[in-house]
């Protein structure tokens, strides 16, 4: 029987691929990550992931937690698919090293 796909569901799949990308990328330096074209694709698609499934969050939990950046989100995997040849390493791995973690936690709380 399949699961049922509600918020704390796509919630859940966020959560996983914040954990995944998090705990890749713990210590890597952005010239590791610029030589390491295997972990670039993964992180892309991971971003890519994490922007679909917070697009099937009801309007309702969004609209209660403003402060969980949405559009951005969405717009960095807009970048990613459009611009991938082109996309700026530097705003990538800023957001790795200092927006998933309160990314997590905010997510997090919402299905605690």
Do not use: C
């Not at 796909?5 to 210590?27: C, H, M, N, P, Q």
């Not at 040849?85 to 200092?98: A, E, P, S």
């Amino acid at each position: 029987m399949d699961r049922k796909k509600d918020d704390k569901y796509f919630l859940e799949k966020v959560l996983r691929d914040l954990a995944y990308l998090i705990k890749a990328t713990s210590g890597i330096t952005r010239k590791e990550l610029e030589k390491n074209e295997m972990m670039m694709d993964s992180i892309m698609f991971r971003f890519i992931q994490i922007s679909e499934n917070l697009k099937r969050i009801s309007d309702d939990i969004k609209e209660a937690s403003p402060h969980i950046p949405w559009s951005l989100v969405a717009g960095l995997r807009n970048k990613i698919v459009h611009e991938y040849g082109r996309i700026d390493l530097t705003i990538i791995y800023d957001v790795l090293k200092n927006d998933l973690e309160k990314l997590y936690s905010d997510i997090n709380k919402l299905i605690s």
